[in-house]
């Protein structure tokens, strides 16, 4: 996650989801998307959603084909893994190091100076 934020500057939650787990982004015809909003609309008007587990907004992203798309419901569930994960990891760039035909993975954390992984 840290590498793809280095890699992809101001890039947003949906896209690392995009790239990491498509299976949880959610592509539909615009018309049945929003068919689905006024449902859910309604249903939200009528009872109250717990305050638990609560799940954040969906954020549609017109994907320039007739379709939306949006995270699945696992990732948008408020205290999700994820969610937290996704705010609270910087940037990192993967170094690769060549030494002695040894291979070494080394991590740089930017700003820091320090290397780990060596």
Not at 63 to 89: E, F, H, P, Q
């Amino acid at each position: 996650m840290q590498a793809f934020k280095a890699a992809n500057p101001g890039c947003v939650m949906e896209d690392f989801v995009r790239w990491h787990s498509p299976s949880d982004w959610v592509q539909e015809p615009k018309a049945i998307f929003k068919e689905k909003q006024k449902a859910t609309d309604e249903k939200e008007k009528e009872t109250e959603a717990p305050k638990n587990n609560q799940e954040l907004p969906i954020r549609p992203w017109d994907m320039g084909d007739g379709t939306i798309g949006y995270l699945s419901y696992r990732m948008r569930v408020a205290d999700s893994l994820w969610i937290r994960k996704w705010n609270v990891c910087t940037f990192v760039f993967s170094c690769f190091f060549f030494s002695s035909n040894v291979f070494f993975l080394g991590l740089f954390r930017i700003g820091s100076g320090t290397y780990s992984g060596l």
